[in-house]
């Protein structure tokens, strides 16, 4: 498990594509990883619909399906991931390990993969809502349950959106709301929205209010007309960020120095603000395996 006792030689944080492909390849190097995951295994993968861009599924793939291999691979070669949430991570210049401090433990390494991909945006309009308004408003499909017959509000236009939005379409009434007329999304997915009877699509539109009762009333400005309607659920797609409130800002002021040094590495969604995808992300964890376990130090 470690070169020095409770010191792991790699921690990698975040168990989506990035991390999940990280930890794979570093176990068939002899390196044995600790992966730490706050949630469930596959992050934000959990919430494609259909992966039509994976190499070897010409069909598609759902992303749960994908990850349930993913998270077979990981059993197979008895890599456990820790289900806990990472608070802060620290680096000492004096024995140059890294210190992991976990909801509950304090955890040691030589090496860290930040592997922990993006956050949602959170929606402005919201913030300015009460808290009895907010309980059904979502921003990844994956936090709720497989809705049946509802009215569901969509707010964006990029893969994200209109993805949820063909998602949801089979046993739900969808609403897509673009606050302009720019689409983000492939042609590819605003295509198969245009001939999907149980989506209307509104460009120009924003919330204006929600008058919230058990299902929410939401007023809508659909080009300068006044529109109420009522949704069971309203799901934000309106764009990711990263987020690295969990690493101090010692590593952050020095990021560039320890990743020079090969003893911290980003991976996956977290680096990428233009292409993420989960090939790009496996890739990632590939190659900065290869790289660590190439290095003298952990031998
Ligand atoms: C709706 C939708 C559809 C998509 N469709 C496709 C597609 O068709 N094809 C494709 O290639 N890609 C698709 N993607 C993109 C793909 O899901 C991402 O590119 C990929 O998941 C990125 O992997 P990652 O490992 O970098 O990050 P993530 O998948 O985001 O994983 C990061 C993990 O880190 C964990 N984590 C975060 N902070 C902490 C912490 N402090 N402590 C512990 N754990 C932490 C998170 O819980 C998460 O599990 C889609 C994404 C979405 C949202």
């Avoid at 009762?213 to 960020?241: C, M, P, Q």
């Amino acid at each position: 498990m470690s070169l020095m006792t409770n010191i792991y030689p790699v921690i990698i944080i975040g168990a989506g594509p990035a991390g999940i492909a990280s930890a794979i390849q570093l176990k068939r190097s002899g390196i044995d990883p600790l992966i730490i995951e706050k949630d469930k295994c596959g992050g934000l993968l959990r919430n494609a619909f259909l992966v039509e861009n994976y190499p070897g599924f010409y069909n598609g793939i759902s992303g749960i399906k994908l990850i349930s291999y993913f998270t077979k691979h990981l059993e197979k070669l008895s890599i456990k991931p820790v289900f806990d949430e990472v608070k802060n991570i620290t680096y000492s210049d004096d024995n140059n390990i890294f210190t992991i401090h976990t909801k509950e433990k304090i955890l040691k390494s030589k090496i860290a993969i930040i592997a922990t991909g993006l956050k949602h945006k959170e929606s402005d309009i919201v913030n300015t809502f009460s808290i009895n308004t907010k309980k059904n408003i979502y921003y990844n499909i994956s936090d709720f349950k497989n809705p049946k017959g509802k009215n569901i509000l969509i707010v964006g236009a990029g893969d994200a959106s209109f993805d949820y939005a063909l998602n949801l379409s089979s046993k739900n009434k969808i609403v897509v709301i673009n606050r302009g007329k720019k689409i983000k999304a492939l042609n590819l997915l605003h295509n198969r929205l245009k001939k999907n009877t149980s989506i209307e699509y509104l460009d120009n539109t924003i919330i204006k209010n929600i008058i919230s009762k058990k299902r929410e009333e939401v007023l809508l400005i659909s080009n300068n007309i006044e529109i109420i309607k009522t949704f069971d659920i309203i799901l934000f797609a309106i764009g990711r960020k990263p987020d690295l409130s969990f690493i101090s800002s010692q590593i952050l002021e020095k990021r560039l120095e320890l990743e020079t040094k090969k003893v911290l590495f980003f991976i996956g969604d977290i680096v990428d603000k233009n292409y993420r995808q989960t090939s790009i992300a496996v890739g990632d964890g590939v190659k900065v395996a290869m790289e660590i376990s190439n290095l003298e130090n952990l031998k």
